[in-house]
């Protein structure tokens, strides 16, 4: 088993390294052709830099290890049809109301898994930073999870009724549109990234075979063109969670505002 | 006193980790009633996965936060604009060519596109390549007009928007087994390394020029690089089948 593990571990990490090559070559040539300056805290950054990639070469087999074997079984038992239907027969048509429980996993799968997105982590980070802390680190993590969540589980209702696609999408962009137009303007930028920033490394391989999962089992349903999407949904309703979340919250202050505008007039 | 400190951060990775192991346990026990097969193997996985995440964050703040805001801030002292939109292209380029996930989708949308008797199967490599540089070069190009954007100021609302208009006219004449793929490739081609450098190079750039708020125009370029795929697959898919 070690043995295995070793032989698994220089795989991912020979992975991870290949994924920074680029980057280290891209930077490297412009800092010795373009800028020609040297680069302070050197050392700082490789050290850095090298903790980076080793941290998620060894996130990566954990996952491999750990989660993704067992979140892919689970995605296949639970949108099997004998366990739907029970031992009885499985009709031709799906029944949407027999898949409450793949709706619950895919909600609470795509909140979990997105509390534990490493670039999610980032960029809540530095949204902290750059708003001097007015936006909360873990304020920031959870709104999104819940809007993948949403996302995951309207998703997964998609693929049991077999509804196209694009409309719901249609329908998350007028949404988006019209909350764009009057949420406040800091928030608009972060909440649109917060959509791209949700489907890395843990999402996407677990919501994927979940998603191709249903659509292999449904019945009436094609793989090839009801199995997509779910990651559409979890980039979209994160941008909707977050424009939400700062608008309730720049309503209450108002409302607040408000009341203590009243008091001292009485 | 650093033992204190690793803890705490161990702490933390553990916090991250806590919603998926309450998840996958609830399912496990409660719904499907079934026992954990190879706790062992499971439980020696979530460490690493604890320990995983404790490193990685600890190298954000020590090497990719600081790297891409120094080598924002290097870029625009240097007051070429070219120079600039040169590293932006080729980073959004460089580190989406050879991304897994995209190779993994590419090679999934030409199958399909093959079995659908959309192209022939001879030419389902060439596809897939053809594929994978057109969401490269779109990942690239939205990086380009992302810095763009927080050099001029654009507001970022009017260019997303007209983006969605985009998308939702392409969908509406695009082959529909093209659909779902282009939707789902605006999500995957945003990686866990590109992410943290894509994020410091927009607020370092917003710092860095004068009049730009870093909150208001330093965050956007992941949106870009999730958008434009979109567009470019159905595009190609557009381009190719007819």
Redesign the interface.
């Given at each position: 088993?070690f043995v295995e593990f070793i032989h698994d571990f220089s795989k991912i990490l020979l992975?991870?390294g290949?994924?920074?090559l680029?980057?280290l070559?891209?930077?490297t040539g412009?800092q010795l052709f373009?800028?020609r300056?040297p680069?302070?805290?050197l050392r700082?950054?490789?050290?850095?830099?090298?903790?980076?990639?080793?941290?998620?070469?060894?996130?990566?087999?954990?996952?491999?290890?750990?989660?993704f074997p067992?979140?892919k079984?689970?995605a296949t038992?639970?949108s099997d049809p004998t366990?739907i239907y029970g031992a009885g027969e499985i009709p031709l048509q799906a029944d949407w109301k027999a898949y409450g429980?793949v709706y619950l996993?895919g909600a609470?799968?795509g909140?979990?898994?997105t509390?534990?997105e490493?670039?999610l982590?980032?960029?809540a980070?530095?949204?902290n930073e750059?708003?001097a802390g007015a936006i909360s680190t873990w304020g920031l993590r959870i709104t999104v999870?819940i809007g993948v969540a949403f996302g995951i589980s309207l998703g997964t209702f998609r693929i049991v009724t077999g509804t196209p696609?694009?409309l719901y999408?249609?329908a998350g962009?007028l949404i988006?549109?019209a909350q764009?137009l009057m949420a406040p303007?800091?928030i608009?930028?972060?909440a649109?990234?917060s959509?791209?920033?949700?489907?890395?490394?843990?999402t996407?391989p677990l919501v994927a075979a979940l998603g191709l999962g249903l659509a292999a089992t449904v019945p009436g349903r094609n793989p090839?063109?009801?199995?997509?999407?779910?990651?559409?949904f979890?980039?979209l309703f994160p941008i909707i969670a977050v424009m939400g979340y700062a608008q309730l919250m720049h309503y209450l202050s108002q409302r607040r505002k408000k009341i203590m505008e009243n008091k001292n007039a009485l | 006193m650093i033992t204190s400190v690793i803890l705490k951060k161990l702490i933390n990775a553990l916090q991250?980790?806590l919603?998926?192991i309450?998840?996958?346990g609830?399912?496990?026990i409660v719904?499907?009633r079934?026992p954990?097969?190879q706790m062992g193997?499971?439980?020696?996985?979530?460490?690493?996965?604890?320990?995983?995440?404790?490193?990685?964050?600890?190298?954000?703040?020590?090497?990719?936060?600081?790297?891409g805001e120094?080598?924002a801030q290097?870029?625009a002292r240097?007051g070429?604009l070219t120079?600039l939109l040169l590293?932006a292209f080729?980073?959004g380029f460089?580190?989406t060519?050879?991304?897994?996930?995209l190779i993994a989708v590419a090679a999934e949308a030409a199958e399909?596109a093959s079995?659908?008797g959309l192209i022939h199967p001879d030419t389902q490599q060439q596809y897939a390549f053809g594929l994978r540089m057109s969401v490269a070069f779109s990942v690239g190009l939205a990086i380009l007009i992302g810095v763009m954007r927080i050099i001029r100021g654009w507001p970022?609302?009017y260019l997303?928007?007209s983006g969605?208009v985009i998308?939702?006219g392409m969908?509406t004449i695009a082959p529909?087994?093209i659909?779902?793929?282009a939707?789902?490739a605006?999500?995957?081609t945003?990686?866990?390394?590109?992410?943290?450098?894509v994020?410091?190079l927009g607020?370092g750039l917003a710092s860095t020029i004068r009049g730009r708020?870093?909150?208001?125009?330093?965050?956007?370029?992941?949106?870009f690089?999730?958008l434009l795929p979109m567009i470019f697959v159905m595009g190609y898919g557009l381009i190719i089948f007819n």
């Amino acid at each position: 088993m070690f043995v295995e593990f070793i032989h698994d571990f220089s795989k991912i990490l020979l992975a991870t390294g290949r994924d920074v090559l680029p980057i280290l070559l891209l930077i490297t040539g412009f800092q010795l052709f373009v800028i020609r300056q040297p680069i302070p805290h050197l050392r700082r950054l490789l050290v850095g830099g090298v903790y980076v990639v080793i941290g998620l070469a060894l996130f990566l087999a954990g996952l491999e290890k750990a989660l993704f074997p067992l979140g892919k079984i689970m995605a296949t038992q639970l949108s099997d049809p004998t366990f739907i239907y029970g031992a009885g027969e499985i009709p031709l048509q799906a029944d949407w109301k027999a898949y409450g429980w793949v709706y619950l996993f895919g909600a609470m799968i795509g909140f979990a898994t997105t509390i534990a997105e490493p670039s999610l982590i980032a960029v809540a980070q530095k949204a902290n930073e750059v708003s001097a802390g007015a936006i909360s680190t873990w304020g920031l993590r959870i709104t999104v999870a819940i809007g993948v969540a949403f996302g995951i589980s309207l998703g997964t209702f998609r693929i049991v009724t077999g509804t196209p696609l694009y409309l719901y999408i249609l329908a998350g962009y007028l949404i988006v549109i019209a909350q764009t137009l009057m949420a406040p303007k800091g928030i608009i930028a972060l909440a649109y990234d917060s959509g791209g920033v949700t489907t890395s490394t843990v999402t996407v391989p677990l919501v994927a075979a979940l998603g191709l999962g249903l659509a292999a089992t449904v019945p009436g349903r094609n793989p090839a063109l009801d199995g997509f999407g779910l990651i559409a949904f979890a980039s979209l309703f994160p941008i909707i969670a977050v424009m939400g979340y700062a608008q309730l919250m720049h309503y209450l202050s108002q409302r607040r505002k408000k009341i203590m505008e009243n008091k001292n007039a009485l | 006193m650093i033992t204190s400190v690793i803890l705490k951060k161990l702490i933390n990775a553990l916090q991250d980790l806590l919603p998926i192991i309450v998840v996958i346990g609830f399912f496990q026990i409660v719904v499907l009633r079934q026992p954990l097969p190879q706790m062992g193997e499971v439980l020696f996985g979530a460490l690493l996965v604890v320990a995983g995440l404790t490193l990685f964050v600890q190298g954000l703040e020590m090497g990719l936060f600081p790297i891409g805001e120094a080598m924002a801030q290097a870029l625009a002292r240097k007051g070429s604009l070219t120079w600039l939109l040169l590293f932006a292209f080729a980073l959004g380029f460089s580190t989406t060519v050879a991304e897994p996930a995209l190779i993994a989708v590419a090679a999934e949308a030409a199958e399909i596109a093959s079995s659908g008797g959309l192209i022939h199967p001879d030419t389902q490599q060439q596809y897939a390549f053809g594929l994978r540089m057109s969401v490269a070069f779109s990942v690239g190009l939205a990086i380009l007009i992302g810095v763009m954007r927080i050099i001029r100021g654009w507001p970022i609302h009017y260019l997303i928007i007209s983006g969605y208009v985009i998308v939702m006219g392409m969908t509406t004449i695009a082959p529909e087994e093209i659909i779902g793929i282009a939707y789902d490739a605006g999500g995957v081609t945003t990686s866990t390394i590109t992410v943290p450098l894509v994020a410091a190079l927009g607020v370092g750039l917003a710092s860095t020029i004068r009049g730009r708020s870093p909150l208001v125009d330093g965050f956007g370029l992941i949106a870009f690089a999730s958008l434009l795929p979109m567009i470019f697959v159905m595009g190609y898919g557009l381009i190719i089948f007819n």
